[in-house]
């Protein structure tokens, strides 16, 4: 005859359960529906302003400046000549552009917003003038610059 080995379990009396997984998976799903619901503002937190209490004042926004150099290094602003034709190649602190700039900037200044510049440039112009151009537009300390360049119409 066979014997028979006999098993003994011991009993235990605590049985447990490991719910760290389950907490876990509960404050996720918690986070979830946090995220993805919204609130909904009640009438009283909602921020409402009387038309008597609204400034009337309205402030249009500044063009930006397009500043133009010919080919014979004549400058215009809007369409207005400045400057005339430049002296010779020589460098020139073109004092008339230079106060048209500066009131340009005020302006700006005054409605809070930046100074914006459109230079356009002759390809066959003297490259001085534009030189000049530049210097004027950084003594003033205007940064913000867009430089193109033109071809006139024969």
């Known amino acids: ?16 359960l490991d719910i760290s997984s389950l907490i876990d998976v509960s404050f996720l799903l918690l986070i979830y529906f946090i995220v993805t619901s919204t609130l909904q503002k009640r009438e009283t937190d909602l921020g409402i302003t009387l038309p008597s209490t609204v400034p009337t004042e309205s402030t249009d926004p500044v063009d930006p400046l397009a500043i133009k150099i010919s080919v014979d290094g004549a400058i215009t602003v809007d369409e207005i000549e400045l400057e005339g034709p430049s002296p ?14 500066e009131e340009y900037k005020t302006q700006t200044e005054l409605v809070n917003e930046k100074p914006m510049v459109v230079l ?15 210097n004027a537009l950084a003594s003033v300390k205007i940064q913000s610059i867009t430089m193109t360049g033109f071809r006139e119409e024969q």
């Not at 005859?1 to 447990?16: F, G, K, Q, S, V």
């Not at 066959?124 to 003038?129: F, I």
Request: glycine residues 6%.
């Open 120 to 134: 356009a440039a002759a390809d066959e112009g003297k490259t001085q003038r534009f030189i000049d151009v530049v």
């Open 88 to 101: 010779g190649g020589e460098p020139s602190t073109v004092p008339a552009l230079r106060t048209r700039l």
């Open 1 to 16: 005859m066979a014997r028979r080995a006999r098993i003994t379990l011991e009993n235990d009396e605590d049985p447990e």
